[in-house]
């Protein structure tokens, strides 16, 4: 089997074996956090009423890294240049060692300035290795010809580490409610891998496919009422996953456009992080403290039920990359995508007590 041959059935082959595996693994992973007691007491931050475990994490990187060997084997990696495979592997190993980080904190409670540092560490190693925001491509109305910016290095890590860090850590104070922060990250993840084919990235859109798939087989477990959570160490690993397949793939030669695609995929968990830190802030409060001022928080108290705010986040995330995949591939199925969730965000609006009384 050689997979190289065909990329889309190498993508969707991928994405079923990804989901397939995660969703087999994750009762095994329940089972022993439930024998070793690895479990999320609720507390009055929280919304569940029972010890939950949260280690579901190794189950969605033991789903993604299995899908993705047997892709390997069968061909679909065939003929990267060295410097692509270099780059994928040193994603791969990113991924991980933010995994490891977030892992630790679900067996161990670290504090927030040496998981911050930790962070920081593995951002800077993996810019050393080439998975860096490196230039960016103007286009002929900025200098009246187009121009490429080299980005000087200093600038470039401390971009590359930004981005890095603050998605990762945009994805893990998603993770509030059953679902939601494994349902952002499959769709966000279906729109890179979309955005990674249509610009001739094949090798990010296959991690984008295992991330998309490993998601899905998650959420047959953590979609309310969930059985089990992610925990820091899926979220770290989903967040920072996603953050380098934008640079190595849709970001990896900015230009005017391609720099808006990633921006737009993850612009709400980035936007709900900016908002909810800028609030801590204004009342002399660390970033870091605990409170319930997210946007998930918000709706709750607005009236919406659970499901209702996590289906009403979904929506509002499809519909930010049903406009990358317009900007990206200017073409009309896809603005018909976006008018089409958008009347799917406003029936849900509209239709918020009814759904909230079924659910």
């Not at 849709?250 to 921006?263: F, G, Q």
């Not at 709400?268 to 802030?281: E, K, T």
């Not at 317009?326 to 009814?354: C, K, Q």
Request: glycine share 10%.
């Amino acid at each position: 089997m050689n997979l190289a041959q065909s990329p889309n059935a190498a993508a969707l082959l991928t994405a079923l074996l990804a989901a397939v595996l995660t969703a087999v693994i994750v009762p095994l992973v329940r089972r022993a956090g439930l024998h070793w007691g690895v479990v999320d007491a609720p507390d009055a931050r929280k919304h569940h009423q029972r010890p939950i475990v949260r280690l579901g994490g190794v189950g969605i990187v033991a789903g993604f890294s299995l899908a993705l060997a047997l892709t390997w084997a069968w061909g679909g990696f065939a003929g990267l240049a060295p410097d692509k495979d270099q780059l994928i592997w040193t994603t791969l190993a990113g991924s991980l060692c933010f995994f490891v980080i977030g892992l630790a904190d679900d067996l161990f409670a670290l504090p927030p300035l040496p998981r911050l540092a930790g962070q920081v560490a593995v951002a800077m190693a993996v810019w050393t290795q080439g998975v860096r925001i490196g230039s960016i491509d103007l286009p002929s109305t900025f200098l009246g010809t187009g121009a490429v910016v080299t980005l000087p290095a200093w600038i470039s890590l401390v971009a590359t580490v930004f981005w890095l860090v603050g998605i990762t850590n945009a994805i893990n104070w998603l993770d509030g409610l059953d679902g939601l922060a494994a349902g952002v990250s499959g769709i966000a993840a279906v729109a890179l891998l979309s955005v990674s084919y249509s610009l001739h990235q094949s090798a990010p859109g296959l991690l984008g496919a295992a991330l998309a798939g490993a998601c899905l087989g998650f959420l047959r477990h953590n979609f309310n009422p969930a059985k089990i959570f992610m925990g820091d160490g899926g979220s770290y690993f989903l967040g920072f996953a996603l953050a380098s397949i934008s640079i190595v793939g849709p970001a990896k030669a900015l230009t005017s456009v391609s720099l808006l695609l990633p921006l737009l995929i993850l612009s709400l968990p980035l936007a709900d992080m900016s908002a909810v830190i800028m609030g801590r802030l204004r009342e002399g409060r660390s970033p870091f403290y605990p409170d319930r001022r997210h946007l998930h928080h918000r709706l709750l108290r607005s009236g919406l039920s659970q499901r209702h705010t996590v289906l009403l986040i979904y929506a509002f995330t499809q519909w930010l990359a049903s406009l990358a995949l317009v900007v990206a591939n200017a073409e009309l199925r896809f603005l018909w995508l976006g008018l089409a969730t958008a009347v799917l965000i406003g029936a849900l609006v509209l239709t918020r007590r009814s759904l909230a009384q079924d659910f």
